[in-house]
Nanobody
Framework: QVQLVESGGGLAEAGGSLRLSCASS??????????MGWYRQAPGKQREFVAA???????NYADSVKGRFTISRDNAKNTVYLQMSSLKPEDTAVYYC???????????WGQGVQVTVSS
């Protein structure tokens, strides 16, 4: 069983910053966590990719957040972080973290955390 617990969401003003965290855990301690990352879903819109970090440390970002968001991970803690800066009202959404486990990259999701940016 895999569990992902997110934290750090909330309300920020435009131009401000927030940091999201997502801690992943499993009862199968020998299972490898591969890619980790974040998606978001704004009201009335589809879920969209935000950022990913690979086990090697490589990263990938959506164009809309490049230069403003930074993703990182702590492999020892199986935790992924999303540092969000220069926030815009259009960043308002529920943010979902994910983790890809095992040789088949089975994807698991967190419960979502609300981020609201006021103008």
């Amino acid at each position: 069983q895999v569990q992902l617990v997110e934290s750090g969401g909330g309300l920020a003003e435009a131009g401000g910053s927030l940091r999201l965290s997502c801690a992943s855990s499993t009862s199968a301690s020998s299972t490898t966590v591969n890619d980790m990352g974040w998606y978001r879903q704004a009201p009335g819109k589809q879920r969209e990719f935000v950022a990913a970090v690979f086990r090697s440390g490589g990263t990938n970002y959506a164009d809309s957040v490049k230069g403003r968001f930074t993703i990182s991970r702590d492999n020892a803690k199986n935790t992924v972080y999303l540092q969000m800066s220069s926030l815009k009202p259009e960043d308002t959404a529920v943010y979902y973290c994910y983790a890809d486990y095992g040789p088949y990259y089975s994807r698991y999701w967190g419960q979502g955390v609300q981020v609201t940016v006021s103008s």
